[in-house]
């Protein structure tokens, strides 16, 4: 499928279903996970229909779709759910802010799941459906993201396996949250080290460095600040979806997304710093370029003035009749020099 203007979706009906993310062709994985009564059963969805609800009163099915570049597996995985349209058509459009929707039959929570990638940070938008007895998550590439949890199910005794939907959809949020702590480790040593190269030595490519630093905390940071709202209305405003034993782990994750903003401001203020530091270590050569050119120049100005005034070609110069004219001329020279030195000296500027 080819890849998606925004533009293209100018003028057209609300619940208009389009892919706005980059040009994928990987086929979608859609894997299907059902818990009841502590058990579960694990499978690779053959049809869309394996997605459909399951008819066990008391069970929960999480159907985990791997790519939302094919609209058409989208729509028909979210009818099953009597899903509203406009959530639909926000699904494959993968720019979107994080936010919580509430529906008749369920909520919609999107957000940005970050990780590291060969040295660079990376993210891709994450979608969650939730409702009674099912839990449906997308993601746009075709790595299974919730592998960790996937592997929590499999342990007996998990509270996961107690079958409660809110609380699988916990463990998904906590786990793009914890992601976020390793993105702002690396981001912390990336500054870290920054910072020690900007005092060893600036560059014009550790100032490129920097910026790109700041450009992703930018981004991240336009991500995480509306996720705290969107936690904070899981655990206040949807009774009904969220169980009162489990909004105690709600307020956990809001501790979790409230320390990651914390972290982001403090490491803005560090790039900040380290902006400082570099003009202020670029104006600090500038200066003493300027001192040099300045002792040279306040040097050699009487002498040019000088040899200026005897290089002239009038006949009657009295002082080009004496022997000794040279010599001392020159030995005059090199006093002046030798005292505006010594004075340059004493006042530190060589």
């Known amino acids: 499928m080819s890849q998606e203007d925004p533009k293209d979706k100018v003028g057209l009906a609300p619940g208009t279903i389009v892919h706005t993310g980059k040009e994928r062709h990987h086929e979608v994985k859609i894997f299907i996970t059902e818990i009841y009564n502590g058990q579960i059963r694990e499978y690779a969805a053959d ?13 929960t099915k999480w159907v985990h779709v791997m790519g939302v570049h094919d ?10 759910y009597s899903v509203h349209p406009l959530v639909i058509e926000d699904i494959p459009s993968v720019g979107q ?12 929570i999107v957000l940005r799941k970050y990780d590291i990638c060969v040295e660079d940070v990376q993210s891709e938008q994450v979608s969650i459906v939730f409702g009674k007895g099912y839990v449906i998550s997308f993601q746009e590439t075709s790595d299974d993201i919730f592998d960790p949890i996937h592997d929590r199910i499999r342990q007996p005794g998990e509270r996961i396996r107690n079958g409660c939907p809110d609380y699988l959809v916990y463990a998904l949020l906590d786990l793009i949250v914890d992601k976020y702590f390793v993105v702002l480790e690396y981001i912390g040593d990336t500054i870290e080290d920054l910072e020690d190269q900007l005092i060893a030595e600036g560059s014009t490519e550790m100032l490129t460095e920097i910026y790109k630093l700041k450009r992703t905390l930018l981004i991240f940071r336009r991500h995480i600040w509306p996720l705290r709202q969107v936690v904070l209305k899981l655990q206040r405003d949807i009774p009904m979806q ?13 501790d979790h997304v409230i320390r990651v903003t914390d972290h982001v401001e403090t490491y803005r203020e560090s790039i900040t710093g380290m902006l400082d530091i570099y003009l202020s270590k670029v104006s600090n050569k500038m200066n003493e370029v300027m001192q040099v050119l300045t002792v040279i120049s306040v040097v050699f100005i009487p002498l040019t003035l000088m040899a200026s005034i005897y290089g002239m070609n009038w006949q009657w110069m009295p ?6 004219g040279y010599p001392v001329f020159m030995a005059f020279m090199f006093i002046i020099a030798a005292i505006l030195f010594a004075y340059f000296r004493r006042i530190g500027w060589v």
């Open 97 to 108: 802010r994080p936010k919580i929707e509430l529906m008749s039959a369920g909520v919609y």
């Open 71 to 80: 609209v058409a597996i989208v729509e028909q995985i979210c009818n099953f």
């Open 319 to 324: 002082e080009l009749d004496f022997y000794y």
């Open 242 to 254: 969220v169980k009162e034993e489990n909004l105690v782990f709600m307020r956990d994750l809001y």
């Open 47 to 59: 049809s869309i229909d394996d997605c459909s609800p399951s008819l066990k009163e008391g069970a």
